[in-house]
Each structure stands twice: as structure tokens, then as C-alpha cells.
């Protein structure tokens, strides 16, 4: 058997929960009635969603269940877990019981397996397109900052080990990642190398100096100042050319490529700059915009990138989960085109 994550790694505002604060209403008016008309069936719940996926949350939702629910010792869960990947309609978790017990849950639950689904899925694709590249998760600034914990959870389970912040580090055991963002620079009057140069005499050496080398649109000449600056200590520099701006390397006469933004010409242009002074060493991170479809263009034509740090395509899509009562009383059930879906790959929770 799989472990799963301790109900208690979870905290619900449980007293709201219950209340329907973040219930959609007819969800509560439901669980009025039935208790009212003193109307208590047996039911069984099933979840399924329409797109190829990999699944998460689901851990979350069983505690969700566990915690928040009326009576959950007479709930009886099966689920598959997360970082499953799932196929459209495939059944990935089945709730029995009185519906007037879990009813009110039905919103907070797809929500959750919606999120943190999307995210493990994003996340899977755009490692997949990386061919075992480092791809860093860097979309903290996209949404709300009480979302980080989960999301960071979601971005492990599909498959990222290096994040901006630490709470999304949290459930991996790491911490943030990151070191120059441009208004450090602008603190130096616009001079990459000072800000570099104060980054390494005051941060943790344990921490990898890498340099932001876009600041004057300029990454060739930036790349090659920082590393005559710091030698051996330069790990590496970091390419962010804004999508509406064209680096001062990259000339393009023909109009045979794009030049805007973080193009792989740009890329080629500071790696051979760099070999060419014997910074060989020096490792490039590239990032502004980029997902799956932009790293496996990078990747078909072997652009010598080897950090790809990803932000708002993380949260990207519309991934959904849909919950059908489809037994009542051991019986058959359901709205026309739905019907019970057993998966032999559901286990028991405890």
C-alpha cells in the first residue's frame, strides 16, 4: 500500500467549513432538506474528470473529508493517489454514504482537485519537454500567497524539486531559490557587476552566484563582465529579455527568425561569448515566458540552455473535476449519460 500525507499536515477552518461559507448554496439547501424530510439514503459520490491528467489533492480532500464532515466515521472513501496520472472519465475517488453528511464539501473538494491537478499536470509537461533539464517553479507572484504551500505540493508531485519561495519549498524539505532581481541592480545605479559583486560578499556562499545579465539589454557583454568579475564563483547568469525587446547581440537582417525576448539566438550569442574567455563553467538560466511548447522548441533545435525557470504557465488551463451521485441504496442512480464507473485501481482509505 501507498502512504498518503497525515490528515494532520492539513488545517480547515473547520467551523466555517461546516457553516457553507465556501459552499455553493444549493449544496447546504440540499443537506437541509434531506435532514428536514429526515431523508437518508445511502449514496455513492463519484468523481471523474474529462482530461488526461496527472491527479492531485487527493490526500487533501480525505482529510478534507476526515475533518469536515458530518459523521465521518460512517463515510466510506476509495481513491487512487496523487501523482496517478488519469484518463478522461476515469474514476479516481468514490465518497459513500448520507449525503446530507458530505454534501457541503462537494464545492472545496473539485476546487481542490482542480488547483493542485492543473499544476502537477503543467508541471509534468513542462519537465517532459525540458529532456531532464532543470526546471525551476517561479509563478509565486501569479497568485495569491496563501495558495503557495499546496501549490508547491502540486509542483512536486509533478515531479519539480526547486522553487522561489519556501513555502512552496515546504513539502519537498527545501528552501527558496533565487538571487538578483532587477531593483537590486537599480540599487547600484543600473551596474550589474556591483550588485553581483555585493550578492557575493554578503549571501551565504552556500548559495550558487547567479547573475541577472539582461538589466542593460546587453546579456553578451553583461555575462562576460560579471564573469571576469567573479571567475570560478560565477555559476551562472540568467537571460530574462522582455518578450517586446531585442538584445543589443542579436541582429537579424533577413527577418528569418523573431528576434524579441529571450530568442535562441540570444542564448547561442552569450553561451559562445562565454566559451570564447574560457567560462565554460558558466551555466545559463533562461526565463520570461517560457512553457512546454517554447522549451521543446528550444530543446528540438539543442539551444544550450540548461535551467528553464517557469512562472504564470504554471497556472495555466482549465482543468475540472466533475461529482455524481450514481448509487443510491446499492442501486443504479444517475442523470441521464452518467452511470457508475467502478476502477479496479481504487484503493480503501482508512
Given at each position: 500500500?501507498?502512504t498518503r500525507l497525515p490528515i494532520d499536515n492539513f488545517h480547515f477552518p473547520v467551523e466555517k467549513i461546516k457553516m457553507g461559507y465556501y459552499t455553493d448554496a444549493y449544496f447546504m439547501?440540499?443537506?437541509?432538506?434531506?435532514?428536514?424530510?429526515?431523508?437518508?439514503?445511502?449514496?455513492?459520490?463519484?468523481?471523474?474528470?474529462?482530461?488526461?491528467?496527472?491527479?492531485?489533492?487527493?490526500?487533501?480532500?480525505?482529510?478534507?473529508?476526515?475533518?469536515?464532515?458530518?459523521?465521518?466515521?460512517?463515510?466510506?472513501?476509495?481513491?487512487?493517489?496523487?501523482?496517478?496520472?488519469?484518463?478522461?472519465?476515469?474514476?479516481?475517488?468514490?465518497?459513500?454514504?448520507?449525503?446530507?453528511?458530505?454534501?457541503?464539501?462537494?464545492?472545496?473538494?473539485?476546487?481542490?482537485?482542480?488547483?493542485?491537478?492543473?499544476?502537477?499536470?503543467?508541471?509534468?509537461?513542462?519537465?517532459?519537454?525540458?529532456?531532464?533539464?532543470?526546471?525551476?517553479?517561479?509563478?509565486?507572484?501569479?497568485?495569491?500567497?496563501?495558495?503557495?504551500?499546496?501549490?508547491?505540493?502540486?509542483?512536486?508531485?509533478?515531479?519539480?524539486?526547486?522553487?522561489?519561495?519556501?513555502?512552496?519549498?515546504?513539502?519537498?524539505?527545501?528552501?527558496?531559490?533565487?538571487?538578483?532581481?532587477?531593483?537590486?541592480?537599480?540599487?547600484?545605479?543600473?551596474?550589474?557587476?556591483?550588485?553581483?559583486?555585493?550578492?557575493?560578499?554578503?549571501?551565504?556562499?552556500?548559495?550558487?552566484?547567479?547573475?541577472?545579465?539582461?538589466?542593460?539589454?546587453?546579456?553578451?557583454?553583461?555575462?562576460?563582465?560579471?564573469?571576469?568579475?567573479?571567475?570560478?564563483?560565477?555559476?551562472?547568469?540568467?537571460?530574462?529579455?522582455?518578450?517586446?525587446?531585442?538584445?543589443?547581440?542579436?541582429?537579424?537582417?533577413?527577418?528569418?527568425?523573431?528576434?524579441?525576448?529571450?530568442?535562441?539566438?540570444?542564448?547561442?550569442?552569450?553561451?559562445?561569448?562565454?566559451?570564447?574567455?574560457?567560462?565554460?563553467?558558466?551555466?545559463?538560466?533562461?526565463?520570461?515566458?517560457?512553457?512546454?511548447?517554447?522549451?521543446?522548441?528550444?530543446?528540438?533545435?539543442?539551444?544550450?540552455?540548461?535551467?528553464?525557470?517557469?512562472?504564470?504557465?504554471?497556472?495555466?488551463?482549465?482543468?475540472?473535476?466533475?461529482?455524481?451521485?450514481?448509487?443510491?441504496?446499492?442501486?443504479?442512480?444517475?442523470?441521464?449519460?452518467?452511470?457508475?464507473?467502478?476502477?479496479?485501481?481504487?484503493?480503501?482509505?482508512?
Amino acid at each position: 500500500m501507498r502512504t498518503r500525507l497525515p490528515i494532520d499536515n492539513f488545517h480547515f477552518p473547520v467551523e466555517k467549513i461546516k457553516m457553507g461559507y465556501y459552499t455553493d448554496a444549493y449544496f447546504m439547501r440540499t443537506a437541509e432538506i434531506l435532514n428536514q424530510d429526515n431523508n437518508h439514503p445511502q449514496v455513492l459520490m463519484q468523481i471523474f474528470t474529462r482530461e488526461p491528467m496527472i491527479v492531485c489533492g487527493i490526500d487533501e480532500v480525505i482529510a478534507l473529508l476526515k475533518t469536515c464532515s458530518h459523521n465521518p466515521e460512517k463515510i466510506k472513501i476509495r481513491a487512487l493517489h496523487d501523482g496517478d496520472k488519469i484518463e478522461p472519465w476515469e474514476t479516481l475517488m468514490t465518497i459513500e454514504g448520507d449525503l446530507a453528511d458530505f454534501a457541503h464539501l462537494e464545492t472545496i473538494y473539485l476546487g481542490i482537485l482542480a488547483r493542485q491537478s492543473r499544476i502537477a499536470t503543467n508541471v509534468r509537461n513542462a519537465i517532459e519537454a525540458a529532456n531532464g533539464k532543470n526546471v525551476l517553479f517561479f509563478p509565486a507572484r501569479y497568485d495569491l500567497w496563501q495558495t503557495q504551500e499546496s501549490d508547491g505540493y502540486a509542483a512536486l508531485i509533478g515531479g519539480l524539486k526547486g522553487f522561489s519561495t519556501d513555502a512552496n519549498a515546504q513539502a519537498s524539505g527545501g528552501k527558496g531559490l533565487g538571487t538578483i532581481p532587477h531593483a537590486l541592480i537599480c540599487t547600484y545605479n543600473g551596474d550589474t557587476v556591483a550588485a553581483t559583486c555585493a550578492f557575493d560578499k554578503y549571501i551565504d556562499p552556500n548559495i550558487a552566484r547567479i547573475a541577472l545579465v539582461d538589466f542593460d539589454n546587453d546579456c553578451v557583454n553583461t555575462s562576460l563582465a560579471v564573469a571576469r568579475k567573479l571567475g570560478k564563483k560565477l555559476a551562472g547568469v540568467r537571460l530574462d529579455t522582455s518578450a517586446n525587446m531585442v538584445d543589443k547581440s542579436v541582429q537579424n537582417p533577413n527577418g528569418m527568425f523573431s528576434p524579441t525576448g529571450v530568442c535562441k539566438e540570444l542564448v547561442w550569442n552569450v553561451r559562445k561569448a562565454l566559451d570564447k574567455e574560457g567560462f565554460d563553467y558558466v551555466k545559463i538560466i533562461v526565463s520570461s515566458g517560457f512553457n512546454p511548447e517554447r522549451i521543446r522548441a528550444f530543446e528540438a533545435e539543442h539551444v544550450p540552455v540548461d535551467t528553464y525557470a517557469v512562472g504564470s504557465f504554471f497556472f495555466d488551463g482549465n482543468i475540472n473535476f466533475t461529482a455524481d451521485v450514481v448509487m443510491v441504496d446499492g442501486n443504479p442512480c444517475a442523470k441521464v449519460g452518467r452511470k457508475y464507473m467502478p476502477n479496479p485501481r481504487l484503493e480503501d482509505v482508512d
